[in-house]
């Protein structure tokens, strides 16, 4: 049952995290980012029963998913602030059609079928026609 709140309060966070960044818009983004993590990192903390063996991952592990996740929102703050917020959000979550284009690139045994294709098109022209108007 624990589970199930930190999901919902996962999608809450992703479902306010592109009008507080538009409404959060004069705080400069890189300190944006900072904060925003630092604030995920310190409710983290607490949940994970400050148990640091829960936190142990590879060195290279650790520095992919600190610079990725500091990377995305930071580019995500900037393009909120440079694009309108639907364009803008529509483009960044485009990364579900990106994974199943590029799986049978990254992963061995996964094929790209004529169905995947069709729907990765039809993702990619519903984007581009909502982006273009």
Do not use: C
Request: glycine share 10%; net charge positive.
């Amino acid at each position: 049952m624990k589970a199930h709140f930190f999901a919902l309060g996962a999608i809450a966070l992703w479902a306010t995290l592109a009008a507080l960044g538009v409404s959060l818009s004069h705080v400069p983004p890189f300190l944006l980012t900072g904060v925003a993590l630092l604030a995920g990192s310190v409710i983290a903390i607490p949940l994970s029963g400050f148990d640091w063996r829960q936190w142990k991952v590879p060195l290279g592990t650790l520095g992919l998913g600190i610079y990725g996740l500091f990377g995305f929102h930071f580019l995500l703050f900037i393009a909120l602030r440079h694009a309108p917020a639907v364009e803008a959000n529509l483009v960044n979550y485009l990364w579900p059609l990106l994974m199943v284009v590029l799986a049978p690139v990254l992963l061995k045994g996964v094929q790209l079928r004529a169905l995947h294709t069709i729907a990765a098109l039809m993702g990619f022209a519903g984007a581009a026609i909502a982006i273009l108007g």
